[in-house]
C-alpha cells in the first residue's frame, strides 16, 4: 500500500559499508558485548550518579538531583538503558523523569521572575530570528529549509556518519542487530523526520532519533522497532482514550498547510500518564505521516474545559521528555484559558516546563470563547473546525470518521484513502467546511479571474481551453483533485476528463452567483420609489408625484 507513510525499500548511504563493516560480527559477541555495556552503565550509575533520579524531602516535594549539570545527553536515553540494564520492564505508572539539566520542584513558582527570564531569553534573539518565529507562527511564512535530492542525500550520509559514532544507542542496536529491522535499516522515512523537525541540524537529528527509537521500546515493546506504530497497538486505555474525541486532529489544515491536534474537555485528565503519553506518541506521529506536514510543522492547541483540571509539574516533565523525542515539528502551541489567577500560575508553570525553543512559541490566550475564537483565526485556525460546542461539548463526528479512516489506511492495500487534503488540493464536495479549505480557496479565486474569458466566448473550443488551463494551474502547484467516497474518506480522482467536467460545472455555478447578485443589487435599486416620509403607500413617479392611474396600470 502506497500510503502518506511514504514507505520504500531504498537503501541508504553508508549503509552499505556498514553492513559490510558488521558482516563478521557473530550474533554471540553482539550479546557479549551488550552484556558488558549493560554492567559498565550500572557500575557508572551507582559510581557516579550519571542519571537522574527523585528524592523527596520532608514536605514531600519531588527534586531532581543532578551531579553533572553540563551533562546534555537526554534522560530519554539513560533511563531506557538503566531499565534494560536491571532487566526490569517499564511500568504503567512509573514515576517520570525530569528532562534536561533543570531542577524543578513543588514549591511556589515567582511569575514574575517567569515572565522576566522569558523576556531575557526573546531578548537573546536577534530582531530577524524573533520576527521570523513570529510570522511562523501567524501562518505567513515557513522557517523549513529548502530540499533538493542531492541536499536529501548528503544529509542522510551525515546522519548515518554521525549514528554510527553515537553512544549509547541500545533501542537502535536491538532493533538492527538483533531483529535486523529492515524498517530502521533501509527506510529513510524516520531519519528524514528527525531532520525535518530539527531543520537538517544532524547532530540534534541523531540524538532525536535515538531518543525516539528509546522511547517506542519502552511504551510499545520490540514490535514498535520492526515497523511504524499502529492504532492496533493501542492497548485498552488508550482506545478508550482515543474514542473519548479530548484529542483531535482537525480534518483540515490551517491557511499555510499545517495540520492542527486539538485538545479539549477533560483534556484526557482522567486517564492515567501512561496512557496519555502512549497515545501522544501515536497520534503525533501519524499527523505528520506526509512530507507537506514535515516541512510545515503542526499546530497544538489546548482549550480545557473543566478548569479545576490541569497537569502538575511531574506530569508537564514527562510530557517534555516525549516531545523531545518524537520526530513531529510543532510550529506552535496555543494555551486557550480563563484569565484567572491559577490559570495565570499555571502559564508560569508550562513555560517552565518547555525548552527554550518551544517558549518563544507559546501563546496563550485569555478570553472568552467569542474572543479566542478571533484571535485564533488571526493565526490561520479553521475555529468552526474546533470540535467544542459554546456549552463544552466535544463534537465527534469528523473524529469518527478520521478513526475509521486510519483503520483502512493501516489495515487495507486497497484505494488508498486520504487523511487530510494537502494546501494545494481540490475537494469537490458540498459544505461550508470545504469552502475554507485553502485549497478550495485557491480554486475559487481561478475561477473567478478566467470566468469572463469562459463566459464572453461562445466557442466551445475556447471554454475548454480555459477549464483546462484552470485544471493545469492547479496541477503546477502539485495540488489534486479529491472527491468524497461514501465510505467516509477522500480518493484522489485521475481522470482528467472527469476533472475537466468538474471544473466546467464550477464555472456554472458561478455564472448563477453572479446572476443572481445582480439581480439582488437590481431589486434594491428599485425600491427608492416606494420610499416616502408622509406614510402613503402608492407607488412615486420618477419626478416623485403622485402617479397618475395610467402610470400604475
Given at each position: 500500500m502506497a500510503n502518506n507513510n511514504g514507505n520504500n525499500n531504498t537503501i541508504l548511504p553508508c549503509h552499505v559499508a556498514s553492513m559490510t563493516t558488521n558482516s563478521t560480527f557473530g550474533m554471540n559477541e553482539f550479546v557479549n558485548r551488550a552484556e558488558?555495556?549493560?554492567?559498565?552503565?550500572?557500575?557508572?550509575?551507582?559510581?557516579?550518579?550519571?542519571?537522574?533520579?527523585?528524592?523527596?524531602?520532608?514536605?514531600?516535594?519531588?527534586?531532581?538531583?543532578?551531579?553533572?549539570?553540563?551533562n546534555e545527553v537526554d534522560d530519554v536515553t539513560q533511563t531506557a538503558n538503566s531499565r534494560r540494564a536491571t532487566d526490569s520492564p517499564p511500568s504503567r505508572h512509573s514515576t517520570p523523569r525530569l528532562a534536561g539539566n533543570e531542577t524543578m520542584t513543588f514549591g511556589d513558582v515567582d511569575t514574575k521572575a517567569v515572565n522576566e527570564m522569558l523576556s531575557k531569553e526573546l531578548a537573546t534573539l536577534s530582531f530577524n530570528d524573533r520576527n521570523a518565529i513570529n510570522e511562523e507562527v501567524h501562518g505567513v511564512r515557513n522557517l523549513a529549509a529548502e530540499e533538493t535530492p542531492e541536499m536529501l542525500r548528503k544529509s542522510l550520509m551525515a546522519?548515518?556518519?554521525?549514528?554510527?559514532?553515537?553512544?549509547?544507542?541500545?533501542?537502535?542496536?536491538?532493533?538492527?542487530?538483533?531483529?535486523?529491522?529492515?524498517?530502521?535499516?533501509?527506510?529513510?522515512?524516520?531519519?528524514?523526520?528527525?531532520?525535518?523537525?530539527?531543520?537538517?541540524n544532524v547532530s540534534a537529528a541523531v540524538l532525536r532519533f535515538v531518543k525516539y527509537l528509546d522511547l517506542l521500546l519502552e511504551y510499545y515493546g520490540t514490535e514498535a522497532l520492526l515497523r511504524p506504530i499502529r492504532m492496533s497497538d493501542l492497548g485498552k486505555e488508550e482506545t478508550e482514550l482515543l474514542r473519548s474525541g479530548e484529542y483531535q486532529l482537525l480534518p483540515f489544515r490551517d491557511r499555510s498547510g499545517r495540520r492542527v491536534i486539538s485538545c479539549v474537555g477533560n483534556v484526557g485528565l482522567k486517564f492515567s500518564l501512561y496512557a496519555r503519553m502512549k497515545f501522544f506518541i501515536y497520534l503525533w506521529w501519524v499527523a505528520a505521516e506526509d512530507v507537506e506536514t514535515q516541512q510545515r510543522g503542526v499546530i497544538s492547541l489546548f482549550w480545557p474545559e473543566n478548569h479545576s483540571l490541569f497537569p502538575d509539574k511531574r506530569e508537564a516533565q514527562e510530557a517534555q521528555r516525549v516531545f523531545g523525542a518524537i520526530p513531529t515539528r510543532i510550529a506552535a502551541y496555543h494555551q486557550c484559558l480563563p484569565d484567572t489567577a491559577f490559570f495565570r500560575f499555571t502559564r508560569a508553570v508550562v513555560i517552565l516546563s518547555v525548552d527554550v525553543v518551544s517558549r518563544t512559541r507559546l501563546k496563550f490566550h485569555y478570553n472568552d470563547d467569542i474572543e479566542t475564537n478571533y484571535q485564533l483565526m488571526t493565526y490561520g485556525i479553521p475555529v468552526d473546525l474546533i470540535p467544542r460546542t459554546g456549552t463544552g461539548k466535544i463534537k465527534l463526528k469528523n473524529h469518527q470518521q478520521w478513526i475509521r479512516t486510519r483503520k483502512v489506511i493501516e489495515e487495507t492495500k486497497e484505494d488508498d484513502p486520504v487523511e487530510c487534503p494537502g494546501i494545494h488540493d481540490v475537494l469537490f464536495r458540498f459544505g461550508k467546511s470545504y469552502l475554507s479549505h485553502p485549497g478550495n480557496a485557491t480554486f475559487r479565486e481561478l475561477i473567478e479571474a478566467n470566468f469572463d474569458e469562459h463566459n464572453e466566448t461562445t466557442?466551445?473550443?475556447?471554454?475548454?481551453?480555459?477549464?483546462?488551463?484552470?485544471?493545469?494551474?492547479i496541477e503546477s502547484r502539485k495540488g489534486r483533485f479529491l472527491v468524497w467516497d461514501q465510505r467516509g474518506w477522500w480518493k484522489v480522482t485521475t481522470d482528467r476528463a472527469h476533472i475537466r467536467s468538474k471544473v466546467a460545472v464550477s464555472l456554472k455555478e458561478h455564472k448563477k452567483r453572479v446572476q443572481a447578485k445582480k439581480n439582488i443589487q437590481c431589486t434594491l435599486s428599485s425600491t427608492y420609489q416606494f420610499e416616502r416620509q408622509?406614510?402613503?403607500?402608492?407607488?412615486?413617479a420618477e419626478d416623485g408625484s403622485e402617479p397618475s392611474k395610467s402610470f400604475c396600470a
Open positions: 558488558t555495556m549493560r554492567q559498565h552503565q550500572i557500575m557508572s550509575a551507582a559510581a557516579s550518579d550519571w542519571w537522574q533520579f527523585w528524592n523527596r524531602d520532608g514536605s514531600g516535594a519531588r527534586r531532581c538531583n543532578i551531579n553533572d549539570p553540563a546522519f548515518q556518519c554521525q549514528l554510527e559514532k553515537f553512544h549509547p544507542k541500545l533501542a537502535y542496536d536491538q532493533a538492527v542487530f538483533l531483529f535486523q529491522s529492515q524498517w530502521i535499516l533501509y527506510n529513510p522515512t524516520l531519519r528524514l523526520r528527525c531532520l525535518r523537525t530539527e531543520r537538517f466557442n466551445t473550443d475556447t471554454k475548454m481551453a480555459v477549464t483546462w488551463r484552470i485544471v493545469e494551474d408622509d406614510g402613503g403607500k402608492r407607488k412615486r
